[in-house]
């Protein structure tokens, strides 16, 4: 007879079950020496009987040893209670069917890894250099450039347009690749949720920021917010406190099929 030692039990415990087995058989087999020879009226002397005395003393220490039960291990305890054993069953399934065991997706917002492709001017906001600010003593800080397109620009209802943000880095830290742009509120315009940045920016250099967004049906103008995180997800932006949201800021306009 095989027995089938699950993968769970410690090497230690193993060599007692197999002990604690060779003995078990021991007794068996002594028990039917014992009972032929009662069965034959043998006038042999009984040297079974030791052995299997022995055996048992062993097979009790073995058990002992693996924290099995004892004799005090059995006393009634007032405050004790039964603990349910889990025995695993099998089902039997008829030939011809599957079971079939339902799966769980989880899913993450998508990340759309920004690429700095702008090969034109870059915009100003005012008439002092960038080469001439100065960082500031956070770690986490953006000098906003400006947008591409600028402010306020038309476009045409239901088109296609990639809207550009020229920023750098004023802060203390590096921008590594695990910081990201994220959409924070206003106008979505079917943009994505995350934008990773494409690459190292050391503080004091700039970085162009771009979503490609689709400009709403109806006329109007629309203004969309986001913001930029850390990989700890601390949340910064630009403006005096570092604290302003990106924006997204056009005047769609009717499309005449000019």
Known sequence: MRISIPTSVSLRHRLIIVRAVRILRHLAMAAVIAWMASSCGSTTPDTSSAASTH?????AMLITQMGGPTESSFTPSPTSRATPSITPTRTAVSKGTRSVIPTVQ?????????RATYSGATPTTNGT??????LTKRCNAAYYVGPIPPDNSEVKAGSTFVQTWVIRNAGTCTWYPSYFLFYYSGAHMLGPDIVDFPQIIPPNQTLFLFVTLVAPSDPGVYTGRWYLRDPNFIQFGIGPEYSDPLLVKITVVADTGG
């Open 55 to 59: 055996s048992a003393q062993t097979l």
């Open 106 to 114: 989880l899913t993450t917002p998508t990340r759309h890894p920004v």
């Open 129 to 134: 250099s960038l080469l001439t600010q100065t």
